[in-house]
């Protein structure tokens, strides 16, 4: 039997598993690539970018999203602010570049799980089209799904659970969109709604018929 | 029938989707847990950090150790310096505080894979206790499974499929871990191995051994 040798171009003798492992992946030393991993999950990856103002309903359309796919047997990754400013990006501030290379992160962490054939969803304000474009052009545009959740800033402002609105108001909060920074309405989103006077149910129906296509294997 | 407000607290009434959801996912309003991603994919999700000098054989295991677990039903992410390098740290240089970062935010990002139900293979040489014990905190104990590769450096450098060692050993590459900077071996590891003399399928049936009784669910 011809020896193998550890490399990654391991010479393959006849009735080994390596042989077998090779038959099974062309593509044995290479990582397994997209399309394996949605076939094994029978769903395709996407990246569904809410955007728009603080307090417009981007977290909670995120959050029911992600409960909606779970039922109907769609595995997804749900990043927002919670798990993203704790971690990773907990030593980033909130300059015009670290807002900047925040979403460039968090693009890169999509494009990470969609290669892995999870559906993504993410919920950040992303004010600018810089700052989306950079996310597009990371994630690939075939692979992304932008939803504008457009809901009125009064409305949003009313809201404001997490008081920031106030604190802007008050000069407490720089830069802050809606209020002394501004938001950017995109182009031409796959979505476009409002959540004003909208039930989460109402809202999340508009969400599942854009998306539930476009993941279905 | 009361109304329903657009808040994470939505108010409930009888007979409606909202109320259905709810029964389903006491954890509505924030993301889905770990330990309902891992039954979804009828797995535990770890992450199975390969540490050890350049050339001793990490992306070989890993790349096998992806196939190995796909053909047993088992959904991986393989982080390396393919994937990373090139994407989320691609702002990221070779100084000693770089380095830090890169295991970082690779840290981060496996535990957001892990959180996701997905097992995680990383290959990084990753030479120090401090940036190995970083990751393991970040990662948690728990869902941490170190793999030493410890092949001699003789070997490795014979291989030296990527010239570094030369270029290391000519001074053209400074802080090179083996040559001009230190590899502190790991203190207790689940799994040390050689592959010095092996085939590939002698190392990765030591490294099952180890890993899949840890991702049975």
Same mark, same amino acid.
């Given at each position: 039997? *011809? ?35 949605? $076939? ?10 809410? #955007? ?7 977290? @909670? ?5 992600? $409960? ?21 990006? $907990? ?9 900047? *290379? ?17 559906? #993504? ?6 004010? #600018? ?16 799904? *932008? ?6 800033? *009064? ?21 802050? @969109? ?16 409002? @959540?004003?006077? $909208? ?19």
């Amino acid at each position: 039997m *011809e020896l193998k040798r550890f490399t990654k171009n391991i010479l393959i003798t006849k009735n080994n598993s390596a042989m077998n492992i090779e038959n099974i992946f062309p593509f044995f030393d290479k990582v397994i690539p997209q399309e394996e991993k949605e $076939k094994f999950l029978k769903q395709r990856a996407k990246v569904i970018w809410f #955007t728009g103002l603080s307090g417009s309903g981007k977290t @909670t359309l995120a959050l029911r999203l992600e $409960k909606e796919l779970f039922i109907r047997g769609f595995h997804s990754k749900l990043l927002d602010g919670d798990n993203i400013r704790s971690g990773i990006n $907990k030593n980033l501030g909130f300059s015009a570049e670290a807002r900047v *290379e925040n979403i460039r992160r968090i693009a890169e962490i999509s494009k990470l799980f969609v290669k892995c054939g999870i559906v #993504t969803i993410n919920g950040f304000v992303s004010p #600018t089209h810089e700052i989306r474009n950079m996310a597009k052009e990371i994630i690939g545009a075939e692979n992304f799904i *932008e939803i504008f959740v457009n809901t009125p800033i *009064e409305v949003c402002e009313k809201r404001d659970e997490k008081g920031l609105y106030k604190k802007a108001r008050e000069g407490k909060i720089l830069d802050f @969109t809606g209020v002394n920074a501004p938001f950017e309405h995109p182009v031409s989103p796959d979505l476009e709604i409002s @959540t004003e006077g $909208k039930t989460v149910e109402e809202s999340i129906n508009k969400v599942l018929e854009i998306v539930l296509p476009r993941i279905k294997y």
